[in-house]
């Protein structure tokens, strides 16, 4: 009788871990809502800036990205590798993000950008407030950067 009783409660402990396991599986499965998602992008690009990667920051673009005077992909990758050979220096601290979401897979993102570079000393050399609005599109599960304007702030 008494093992009868052990064997019981082994399984319900058992039933029970597997349904928490069940639970924590399903809540890591789930994808965060779009507008969380977008801003997660934005920490990603702007952290590929600080780490000087212009792969990096190409790989969060969509395909066919579009920004300011004909802006392309490729010339987009190129200019910030450009600006990271020619500032050891490279920074971009952005403002508070406002994300308006446009239907399931298609978002906006504003907000104020300070971009700086310099050679590595105490205070950057060159710096400068920008006004930004971007585009981003959902591409297989993925937020890309489709399209990005920007203009002086100040």
């Keep these: 009788m008494r093992h009868s009783a052990d064997f019981l409660q082994s399984l319900r402990w058992r039933c029970t871990w597997c349904l928490l396991a069940l639970a924590l599986f399903m809540a890591g499965c789930t994808r965060p809502p779009p507008e969380q998602a977008v801003r997660a992008q934005l920490q990603a690009l702007q952290a590929a800036i600080d780490a000087r990667d212009s792969d990096a920051v190409a790989d969060l673009l969509a395909e066919d990205f579009i920004g300011n005077e004909g802006l392309d ?18 920074g971009a601290k952005l403002g508070p993000v406002e994300v308006e979401l446009r239907g ?26 920008y006004r930004v609005e971007t585009g981003w599109r959902l591409v297989d599960g993925e937020w890309r950067l489709r399209s990005a304007s920007w203009k002086a702030a100040l």
């Design 104 to 129: 399931e897979a298609d978002a906006v993102a504003r907000f104020n950008l300070l971009a700086t570079g310099g050679a590595g000393g105490l205070l950057p050399e060159s710096g400068q407030a």
């Design 73 to 90: 992909r490729r010339g987009a990758k190129r200019l910030a590798a450009g600006l990271f050979l020619r500032y050891r220096d490279v």
